[in-house]
């Protein structure tokens, strides 16, 4: 079974340019989770879905950050402008969504980003 | 809200030697607890789960856990450290919405 698909690995950019990862889950997980690994740091969620809806996205810093899944499957991750606290590892997430109890995440290898 | 503790940042063990990795929680109604390992430049893997039942948990690699209700710890255990294993260990605790929250990790490093 192929785990969580994830794109670049590595991405350098300069502050204030725009940056886009992408995240393929494994097949049938309904829920897909992105979060932010700041060096030093355990993974913040910063956006959760449920099939092409936002479950929980109150960490997600919108004035710059956004994401979307909109057949339910891929879901992809901008940053706009980035700023040089950005730079971190962006995991993607999925599980599968059971409507009971809590349902084992499966990671993706993430996305280094480096804002210079 | 849920929050996860790992007091010790960095810890050295020699290979062979036993380890143990502390976890504090916080959650108000029976958590579900995990451990995850994370090797230069991986995503994280699974070591052990804890949902309920049996407080002494047997994970991959060796390792196990033990969940303490009445410390609201979930230490991570193993009795004979390996070179491979170092790696940075983070406990996670999670909700029936399955959101996760990690703790900040503990970095491990095996002396020869």
């Known amino acids: 079974e192929a785990g969580v698909a994830q794109s670049p690995r590595y991405k350098i950019i300069e502050k204030r340019q725009s940056v886009a990862f992408w995240c393929n889950p494994i097949s049938g997980h309904a829920t897909l989770y992105w979060y932010q690994q700041i060096l030093g740091q355990g993974p913040k969620l910063l956006i959760q879905f449920q099939n092409n809806g936002v479950v929980d996205d109150s960490q997600l810093p919108k004035d710059r950050f956004s994401a979307e899944r909109l057949k339910g499957v891929d879901s992809t991750l901008k940053i706009q402008p980035a700023k040089l606290e950005d730079s971190a590892v962006y995991l993607c997430?999925?599980?599968?969504?059971?409507?009971?109890?809590?349902?084992?995440?499966?990671f993706g290898p993430g996305t280094r980003l480096t804002v210079l | 809200a849920q929050s996860v503790t790992q007091p010790d940042i960095h810890i050295t063990v020699s290979e062979g030697a036993s380890l143990e990795l502390r976890c504090n929680y916080s959650y108000g109604a029976t958590p579900y607890l995990f451990w995850y390992v994370q090797s230069p430049g991986q995503g994280l893997q699974l070591l052990l789960k804890y949902f309920s039942g049996d407080t002494l948990v047997q994970g991959i690699k060796g390792f196990e856990a033990e969940f303490k209700r009445s410390q609201s710890s979930f230490n991570l255990r193993k009795p004979s450290v390996h070179w491979s294993d170092a790696a940075e260990y983070f406990c996670a605790v999670g909700n029936a919405g399955n959101m996760l929250t990690f703790g900040g990790g503990t970095r491990l490093m095996v002396k020869p």
């Open positions: 997430a999925s599980s599968l969504s059971t409507g009971g109890g809590y349902n084992e995440q499966f």
